[in-house]
Nanobody, 125 residues
Framework: QGQLVESGGGLVQAGGSLRLSCLASGRTLSAFRMGWFRQAPGKEREFVAALRWNVDSTVYASSVKGRFTISRDNARNTVYLQMDSLKPEDTAVYYC??????????????????WGQGTQVTVSS
């Protein structure tokens, strides 16, 4: 079994910053890829960013590239999402996820096997 626990969400003004954390345990520690997704009310879940535990390889959605940074701390079994220059359209529930298989695209939510409970990020204008 694997478990992912997110933290760090909250309310911030436009232009501000937040850092989300995802603590991984169990099988998720051997995942091929870790990702962040988000889902706004009335919208589908969308890819934000992804990385690999033991290789310097990151992928970003075009909507967040240059503003968000995904990183990891292997000693702490934690993946982070640093979000800068936040916009009201970044408002969503943010989910951490792990992808066990090497196959499939990093931005495809259906390829991810374990999900956290989500953390709310609200950006006010």
């Amino acid at each position: 079994q694997g478990q992912l626990v997110e933290s760090g969400g909250g309310l911030v003004q436009a232009g501000g910053s937040l850092r989300l954390s995802c603590l991984a345990s169990g099988r998720t520690l051997s995942a091929f890829r870790m990702g962040w997704f988000r889902q706004a009310p009335g919208k589908e879940r969308e890819f934000v960013a992804a990385l690999r535990w033991n290789v310097d390889s990151t992928v970003y959605a075009s909507s967040v590239k240059g503003r968000f940074t995904i990183s990891r701390d292997n000693a702490r079994n934690t993946v982070y999402l640093q979000m800068d220059s936040l916009k009201p359209e970044d408002t969503a529930v943010y989910y951490c996820a792990s992808k066990m298989s090497i196959s499939g695209a990093p931005y495809d939510a259906s390829q991810y096997n374990y999900w956290g409970q989500g953390t709310q990020v609200t950006v006010s204008s």
